[in-house]
């Protein structure tokens, strides 16, 4: 093989590994096993051990996903998770008037406090 082949055959299969390593990278964030999530809770999902039981199971289940996690209110997580700010929402049911009594949420994701 001449010089400038084996040069291209060098760059060609680091292209390929490249190929790959996207590839993977793309089916693990579909599957939701990589990127990051936005996660509101209020107080009481602290003081109930909800938040650091979720968060430890979570984290250990999904560890190349980064979680920004942010203390609010029952209405700032509700507009949040409407807007698409939020993904995940720790909150009380009925906490708010225009939250729902029965626990039922019209979000992607939302969880809720007892």
């Known amino acids: 093989m001449t ?18 390593r996207a590839e993977a990278v793309g089916r693990h964030a579909a599957r ?13 999902a ?5 938040l650091p039981a979720a968060l430890k199971d979570f984290r ?5 996903v980064e979680m920004h996690i942010t203390s609010m209110e029952t209405p700032r997580q509700l507009e949040s998770l409407r807007d698409g700010q939020l993904y995940v ?5 009925g906490g708010h008037p225009n939250s729902p009594r029965d626990g039922h949420f019209n979000f992607p994701h939302p969880m809720t406090t007892g």
Do not use: C, F, W
């Not at 939701?32 to 107080?43: A, D, F, P, R, T």
């Not at 250990?60 to 190349?64: D, H, L, S, V």
């Open 3 to 20: 010089d400038a082949g084996e040069l291209l055959l060098v760059e060609a299969t680091l292209a390929l590994r490249q190929l790959d």
């Open 46 to 50: 602290v003081s109930t051990g909800l």
């Open 89 to 93: 929402g720790l909150l009380r049911p």
């Open 32 to 44: 939701g096993e990589v990127g990051n999530i936005s996660l509101g809770y209020v107080g009481s």
């Open 60 to 64: 250990k289940a999904n560890p190349q």
